[in-house]
């Protein structure tokens, strides 16, 4: 059964014990933050939603983060038990995104109408958009939202998770990638000279929010994967001011227009890479013609920063599912797992291979770079089934001992990220990738040889069964158990 709205979705966090809750009264300017970058450096495993009960100068709002950020409130929001674990987590993400479900559009009055302000009234101001970071150009409103647009040619309606900064009462800034879908719909409105209709939700069930922050393809919309993952179509409603649609689950909506004859400074901000990044420069503005949202209305944002945050995590959920969804679909075989690591910045791409032919596993490297869910990666390293992808010392290990570094592919003036600091200014935007077969090397340099089972490369060094058992059995007699040695061996560093 999937949430109506995040209200219910944070009373089963309640219930199931894993939400915590702030009812000090903090405060929007970098408090949260604040709270936030502790809690997640507490539990880096799992990184825990919270609540904020009472935000100074706000006494209506509350304050949601991290709302799907660790694989606890992750399965929860995808209504599986708590305990499902990561890898459970991308095999379901995985099948569910394979059945797209049809939004539903609803005539119910949307309960994030109650308040509506337009024209003079309008004041964005009234919403408790926080400054993150002390170094950030401004208080920024969007930052876990849905920015929905439509194709000016053919109505496909997009959504999309770009960075929104308050400029004042009326106006945003928005800074969107060259190759995201919000940006290719904002230039086929500039060449026709026309401004360009946008909403932005925020608050929306948090399976929304998966969707709209995955590189999905370009005219799929969103909302029908965002149906899949519920498993439930999304209710959507229309716009006040224009015919895009937004989600009825929704806590707060702006609508306006974006238009190119009035750029403002927008950034910089501390952004996913642990940086601050987007410099300060001219970008387009949002001018709001209405606000609509709830009397009891739950913001919600999301603290970018060193790893892990939410960002990091969401994408180790999604695009290790989306990754091997897309292997799948270009017909790799042998395709084991696939871990997107949260502690990379969800950079480093790790596979594992049941290896079956020469040079099978540069093949699936290739594969994964030429895709757009890896559009940000760097690093891809392949490795053999009984590598466990999770752990980055089992993966360094198997890179050290069946590779050789000549053999590292690198890929030169790829698409990357705009936000890089390693890249010169002037190539933004680029980047060289490096994809690392760390598979055993199958090529006549390596016959098979007899004494190995006629394998190609030795066998990993494990207890024979007997020995093992030997020891098991005899384990209590060797005097070893307690924690004689724990004192001794703890703080080695
Ligand atoms: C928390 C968060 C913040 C993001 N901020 C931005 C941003 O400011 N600009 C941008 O272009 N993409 C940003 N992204 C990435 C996009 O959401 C992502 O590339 C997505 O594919 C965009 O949707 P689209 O493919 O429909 O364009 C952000 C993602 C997350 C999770
Ligand atoms: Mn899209």
Redesign the pocket.
Known sequence: MAFEDIGEYIEKLRDEGVLFEVNAEVNWDLEIGGVVDRLNKTYPADLPPVLFNSIRGYPNWRFFVNGFAGPTAQSIAMGLPRTTGIRKLIDVFRERVKHPIKPKTTRKDAEFKEIKLTGDDVNLLEIPAPKWHYMDGGRYLG??HAVITKDPENGWM??????IMLHDRKTLG????P??????HLRKYIEAGEPMPVAISIGHDELISAA?????P?GQS?YDIAGALRQEAVKIVDCETSDLKVPLSSQLVIEGEVSFDDLKPEGP?G??TGYYG?ETALRPVIKVKCITYREDPIFRG?Y?STPPC??HT??ALTKSAMIKHHLDTVGMPGIRDVYVHPSTGATLIAVSIEQSYPQHGREVGEAILAS?YA?FSKMVIVTNEDINVTDLGEILWAVHWRSQPEEWVVLRKKPGSVLDPSVPVEWRGFTSKILIDATWPWNPDFPPVNQWNNRRYPPTIQVDEKTRKTVDEKWSSYGLGGNRFSDVFRNVW
Do not use: D, P, V
């Open positions: 930052t876990w997009n959504l999309g998770m770009y960075r928005i800074m969107i990638n190759r995201n879908h919000g940006m290719i709209c922050a995955e590189a999905f370009y969103e901000f952004e996913w987007g999301s970018l939410e960002n969401l994408w757009k559009q």
